[in-house]
């Protein structure tokens, strides 16, 4: 594993200054050079040395770096990894380096609407949308061929694994859905990218779902259920209601003494209870001006 290490540039102002004094003093040698030239005065040297100067500027020249912020510079000399440099400036390195850019801005994309099956066999579409930066240029740069796309390739891998991972939607109490989870589902699923993007230098700040539901062929049926759920639910509540209020009833007659009842009256109450109390529309009351039993 190849391991970022940062490095201080020299001042580039002060090379900035430098370079071009140099300059000029070669360009006066070379003047003085030519005048000792027209005077007879010649030196075969002192040519050769101004050559040598110029060459030797132009080439610091090469060695300038500019960084902007939220951005490092990966320096290589001859394929071999030398450092980073990540403080914003202008500064000056070694010319011969090669000066490749990584950013480390924050940045986000949305995977494309994935078909998967969830874990109960179901066929689901899901989108997920990552945040991410780097954190390690050296890594980042060396360690895959593109970190941009290996980001997206592994964030939609490990989408699909997460989606077959759990159900779409709860059945029973306690187990973790991904329409019903979204903070459990979408903390999971961070760790799951990071783990895959660790190699790449690459930190995952946020991951969530963006897109959730059945897949067109199954969509009308999976409506239907969960309707049926939702009516089944909404029953068992009612019901459960409406035997409390039955007890209470029962119970308040009884304390009360206000009329006896034998078991008979007592399920015949009970039944004209729970039919005024479950049905779906409004009784029609009957009124008895007989007697308690006719």
Not at 9 to 31: A, R
Not at 115 to 141: F, L, Y
Not at 166 to 191: F, M, N
Request: aromatic fraction near 6%.
């Amino acid at each position: 594993m190849i391991r970022e290490i940062e490095r201080q540039p020299v001042n580039g102002l002060g090379m900035l200054i430098l370079l071009p004094l140099l300059l000029v003093g070669t360009g006066v040698l070379f003047v003085f050079e030519l005048i000792g030239a027209i005077h007879g005065e010649r030196s075969a040297l002192v040519p050769i040395g101004i050559g040598v100067a110029f060459l030797v500027i132009v080439i610091l020249h090469f060695g300038f770096l500019e960084v902007n912020p939220n951005e490092a510079r990966v320096l290589q000399l001859f394929g071999g990894y030398r450092g980073s440099v990540r403080k914003p400036g202008l500064g000056w390195t070694n010319p011969f380096y090669s000066k490749g850019r990584v950013s480390l801005r924050t940045r986000n994309f949305e995977s494309s609407k994935l078909k998967v099956n969830d874990n109960q066999g179901n066929p689901i579409e899901i989108a997920a949308v990552v945040v991410w930066r780097v954190v390690d240029s050296a890594e980042a740069m060396f360690q895959v061929d593109d970190y941009s796309n290996f980001v997206h390739v592994q964030s939609e891998a490990a989408l699909r694994n997460l989606a077959t991972s759990y159900p779409y939607d709860q059945h029973e109490d306690g187990e973790v859905a991904l329409r019903s989870h979204t903070v459990e589902i979408a903390d999971r699923l961070k760790v799951e990218i990071q783990a895959r993007l660790a190699q790449a230098g690459v930190e995952v700040m946020e991951a969530r779902i963006s897109h959730l539901a059945y897949a067109p062929e199954i969509a009308s049926a999976m409506l239907q259920r969960q309707q049926a759920s939702a009516i089944i639910a909404a029953r068992q509540k009612i019901v459960e209601g409406a035997v409390g209020m039955v007890e209470m009833a029962l119970q308040g007659l009884s304390r009360n003494k206000i009329v006896e009842l034998d078991e008979e009256r007592k399920a015949a109450m009970v039944s004209n209870l729970l039919v005024v109390l479950c049905g779906e529309r409004g009784t029609q009351p009957v009124l008895n001006t007989g007697s308690l039993y006719t």
